[in-house]
């Protein structure tokens, strides 16, 4: 088991265009999490899968914001027509009956 | 709405002294996690605590949710530089979702 993995590691963009990042869970955990984070603050809820399924998804989520979980293991994330206020850390989380929750190391994203 | 306020939001000594961290809600939280997260890594769990009144020891670290499952403390005992670095505490909601606090900064100068 290596953990979940989230790929890229830094993303540098310019405003406007569309990124996407990948996050892969441990594999045995039917549970998956977005989260963004800036700097000195805690983890900000995005999206939570169970399996394939989208349960939730944050209110504060613009439409500009998308994740899918087409076979309820690995994940992306994209955000269309990327802002400045869209630069932070986005985290990847999972877990499973009830384990705490993994993190990988996330996607640091700079919109230039 | 559920919130989790954590104090201090920063704190700064010297190495071999003590510290205590709290995690304050009004809300009930079926567990409560401790996470310590480096700069450019993700958060990392050091301890969940499920019971309330129940204490748990990570060597130098001592962490306690309270009776009635509403808040937690975090103590390290003779701090390390080793042990500087952001610790955030998220308690787990009935939906499986995690409430977290704002986080302490942590900085323990040698």
């Known amino acids: 088991d290596t953990g979940v993995s989230q790929d890229p590691r830094h993303k540098i963009t310019k405003r406007g265009q569309n990124v996407t990042f990948r996050c892969d869970p441990i594999?045995?955990?039917?549970?998956l999490y977005w989260y963004r984070q800036t700097l000195g603050q805690g983890p900000e809820f995005l999206t939570y899968f169970q399996n394939e399924a989208q349960l939730e998804k944050s209110r504060l989520l613009s439409d500009r914001f998308s994740a899918e979980r087409p076979k309820g293991s690995f994940s992306t994330l994209e955000i269309q027509r990327t802002e400045q206020g869209d630069s932070a850390m986005y985290l990847c989380?999972?877990?499973?009956?009830?384990?705490?929750?993994?993190f990988g190391n996330g996607t640091r994203l700079t919109v230039t | 709405t559920q919130l989790l306020e954590q104090s201090p939001q920063f704190l700064s000594i010297q190495e071999g002294e003590n510290l205590t961290v709290y995690c304050n809600s009004s809300?009930?939280?079926?567990?409560l996690q401790w996470y310590r997260q480096e700069p450019g890594e993700g958060p990392v769990l050091l301890v969940t605590v499920v019971t309330g009144g129940e204490v748990k020891k990570l060597k130098r670290l001592t962490f306690q949710f309270g009776d009635a499952r509403k808040d937690s403390s975090l103590h390290i005992t003779a701090a390390q530089p080793g042990d500087t670095g952001l610790y955030l505490c998220a308690g787990m909601d009935s939906n499986y979702q995690l409430i977290w606090g704002a986080g302490t900064k942590l900085i323990i100068k040698p």
């Open positions: 809300s009930v939280f079926s567990s």
């Open positions: 594999s045995e955990h039917n549970r």
């Open positions: 989380a999972s877990s499973g009956g009830s384990s705490p929750l993994h």
